[in-house]
């Protein structure tokens, strides 16, 4: 089993829906979570980071930690074609400097 | 703008022919990391330096290698690429190792081709 689970798509949603990004992971020590969002032929930009449970939000975008259930979400509101990327899901324990990414999940918004 | 910068953007090789790839960085981040990302795969974590601790993944193969001249620059050597090393080789820096600000910020990516 991986340590970290996402469904790689494509997602492919008209301009103006809300998305919903999801991943899940087995490690109980992960204490931070984050968002990469990854154009085409690009590296991988930092969208959000989330310490421990709850939710943040930053413009159109809301990060969302339940460690209970070891399930994290990114909501994109009033997506745009310009959130056409693949996003990664990464995660890391609290000392440790190793993250771990998903496979990332593509997103195609259709204007 | 401090950013990190990998070259080349892509580079062709032939089978079993050295090749080096070059990141440099401009935000005098302690630490440097060489990611290898297959297509629609995670990025896999090859090795990181802390300033000039060397820190080898243990499922890392030897064809491997990479070197830290100075702060600013890091290299991944090939020695001898395998048609399975075709991939983005990413290069990524962080400040330092701990906590939620230690975020690592990516280079645009060196993909490679293995004829």
């Known amino acids: 089993q991986k340590e970290v689970e996402q469904d790689p798509g494509p997602l492919s949603v008209p301009e103006g829906a809300i998305v919903s990004l999801n991943c899940t992971y087995s490690n109980s020590a992960f204490q931070y979570f984050m968002w990469y969002r990854q154009y085409s032929r690009k590296g991988p930009e930092l969208l959000m980071y989330t310490y421990s449970s709850g939710n943040k939000e930053d413009g159109r975008f809301t990060a969302q930690v339940d460690k209970s259930s070891k399930y994290i979400s990114l909501f994109i509101r009033d997506s745009q074609p310009s959130d056409s990327a693949t996003y990664l899901c990464?995660?890391?324990?609290?000392?440790?400097?190793?993250?771990?990414f998903g496979a990332g999940t593509r997103l195609f918004v259709k204007a | 703008d401090a950013m990190v910068i990998q070259n080349p953007r892509y580079q062709v090789t032939q089978f079993g022919k050295p090749v080096t790839l070059s990141c440099s960085q401009t935000l005098n981040h302690n630490v440097m990391y060489w990611y290898q990302q297959k297509s629609s795969q995670a990025p896999k974590l090859l090795f990181h330096?802390?300033?000039?601790?060397?820190?080898n993944e243990a499922d890392t193969p030897d064809n491997f290698q990479s070197r830290r001249p100075n702060t600013s620059f890091c290299f991944l050597d090939i020695r001898s690429p395998g048609l399975g090393d075709a991939a983005m080789y990413l290069c990524a820096t962080s400040r330092d190792q701990r906590g939620a600000t230690d975020t690592q910020y990516f280079g645009p990516g060196t993909r490679l081709t293995v004829l």
């Open positions: 990464a995660m890391k324990g609290t000392g440790g400097f190793k993250t771990i």
């Open positions: 330096y802390y300033d000039k601790d060397f820190n």
